[in-house]
């Protein structure tokens, strides 16, 4: 019976290999980041389920704090949209505001990005983004 043995060489190639292929996955995949700060006061977290968008004004609500977020664009413009949207939400309910009133939105642009390894270059757009910026509010009446 003949014996294989790996180099330590190509052994780490090949976990390099996978390592890249996660991480290019996973960067593909997309996700949403933002910030908040909180100006007003805050209230207990609700769910974001409760949070609800607002492009105008409703009659009657209280500020809590600013959000602004950003999502990769990846499959299409309309997914990061959602993402960035589900994640200004998610901000939103973890200070306590039941609703967002969107004060800007957009999209940014930039170069490429990525590496060369063992003869396979990996990489993208990396700076393609959807821009999403609101006030958290408490809405009394709508």
Request: proline fraction near 2%; glycine fraction near 12%.
């Amino acid at each position: 019976m003949k014996k294989i043995y790996l180099s330590n060489k190509n052994h780490f190639g090949q976990v390099f290999k996978i390592i890249s292929v996660f991480f290019l996955f996973g960067s593909l995949l997309g996700c949403a980041t933002g910030s908040t700060i909180v100006t007003g006061t805050k209230k207990s977290p609700i769910s974001s389920d409760e949070v609800k968008i607002y492009l105008d004004p409703p009659a009657e609500y209280e500020s809590i704090g600013l959000i602004e977020v950003s999502s990769g664009i990846v499959f299409s413009r309309q997914a990061a949209m959602n993402e960035a949207m589900k994640e200004i939400k998610s901000k939103a309910a973890k200070i306590g505001a039941n609703g967002v009133l969107l004060t800007n939105t957009g999209s940014k642009s930039g170069g490429t990005t990525g590496y060369y390894s063992n003869g396979i270059y990996i990489g993208g757009d990396s700076s393609d983004k959807i821009l999403a910026q609101g006030r958290a509010i408490y809405v009394i009446r709508e």
